[in-house]
């Protein structure tokens, strides 16, 4: 297989050139592909292929439902140790602390909220244990405007669960 670069509009940063010349074979088929520069000026191939990449860095935020499914990993599995280990390796991940003090506190304040924001929402108990319809809120992310709604209606007592 083979990628065809023709203007400028495609791959227009060596990130978005690599990304391009990454997908030039077929995953699983091929073991290379081809990258085709056509009616490109050399220097600027040259500096598509030879310049550096920035330094890419993800997150991965813990949230309150991340938090809520946590816990009902712990609740479901009597707080199995192979959960309890899998749990920490999740918290530990360098995309979600700061590896500093000032970062794990930060993580530590925001795990203590989410906790505190799922007791006052009645989805979990003095425990951590589930309560009402904290599975159905574990599968909404919080970014979602039903999850407010959701969680509006429980507080005014417009929903009530099992």
Same mark, same amino acid.
């Given at each position: 297989?083979?990628?065809?670069?023709?203007?400028?509009?495609?791959?227009?940063?060596?990130?978005?050139?690599?990304? =391009?010349?990454?997908?030039?074979?077929?995953?699983?088929?091929?073991?290379?592909?081809?990258?085709?520069?056509?009616?490109?000026?050399?220097?600027?191939?040259?500096?598509?292929?030879?310049?550096?990449?920035?330094?890419?860095?993800?997150?991965?935020?813990?949230?309150?439902?991340?938090?809520?499914?946590?816990?009902? *990993?712990?609740?479901?599995?009597?707080?199995?140790?192979? =959960?309890?280990?899998?749990?920490?390796?999740?918290?530990?991940?360098?995309?979600?602390?700061?590896?500093?003090?000032?970062?794990?506190?930060?993580?530590? /304040?925001?795990?203590?909220?989410?906790?505190?924001?799922?007791?006052?929402?009645?989805?979990?108990?003095?425990?951590?244990?589930?309560?009402? #319809?904290?599975? #159905?809120?574990?599968? *909404?992310?919080?970014?979602?405007?039903?999850?407010?709604?959701?969680?509006? /209606?429980?507080?005014?007592?417009?929903?009530?669960?099992?």
């Amino acid at each position: 297989m083979s990628f065809l670069i023709c203007s400028r509009t495609q791959c227009s940063t060596p990130i978005q050139y690599r990304q =391009c010349a990454g997908r030039a074979g077929r995953r699983g088929f091929d073991l290379k592909g081809n990258v085709v520069f056509y009616g490109l000026p050399l220097d600027r191939v040259q500096r598509l292929v030879m310049s550096r990449l920035p330094s890419l860095g993800g997150n991965f935020p813990l949230t309150s439902t991340l938090t809520l499914r946590l816990l009902n *990993l712990l609740h479901g599995s009597n707080n199995a140790e192979i =959960c309890v280990k899998a749990i920490k390796s999740i918290v530990n991940l360098p995309q979600i602390v700061i590896n500093s003090p000032i970062g794990r506190e930060q993580l530590l /304040h925001h795990l203590r909220f989410s906790i505190e924001y799922l007791r006052r929402s009645h989805l979990i108990d003095q425990t951590g244990g589930p309560l009402n #319809l904290f599975s #159905l809120a574990s599968h *909404l992310y919080v970014g979602l405007s039903i999850f407010r709604v959701f969680f509006a /209606h429980i507080d005014m007592n417009l929903v009530h669960g099992t």
